[in-house]
């Protein structure tokens, strides 16, 4: 861990404080729709919802590896700012619910 996963981690806590703070199945405040693929700022894959943790989950499993060998800045910030993400979903009741 670097200070970029720091400031990236920041970064993380302000949007989770701007655009989240919902209940589990409530809309973000950040409510918009995108053909099938987005339903009240949440994202659909066949119709099943898939979380914001397992999409950061997923993300940090191809970059954690990246920033150990490139020592990136754009990467270390991703990094931090998905690791906030992935904690942020998991904290929701309905977090295994897909």
Not at 73 to 78: R, V
């Amino acid at each position: 861990m670097n200070s970029y996963n720091i400031i990236g981690a920041f970064f993380g806590l302000i949007i989770i404080i701007l655009f989240f703070g919902n209940k589990p199945g409530e809309p973000h405040k950040l409510s918009f729709n995108f053909r099938s693929l987005i339903k009240n700022g949440s994202i659909y894959l066949f119709n099943k919802h898939i979380h914001h943790w397992l999409i950061s989950l997923i993300i940090l499993l191809i970059t954690i590896p990246i920033q150990y060998k490139t020592n990136n800045f754009y990467i270390s910030l991703l990094n931090g700012f998905l690791f906030i993400f992935m904690i942020h979903g998991l904290s929701y009741s309905d977090r295994f619910i897909f």
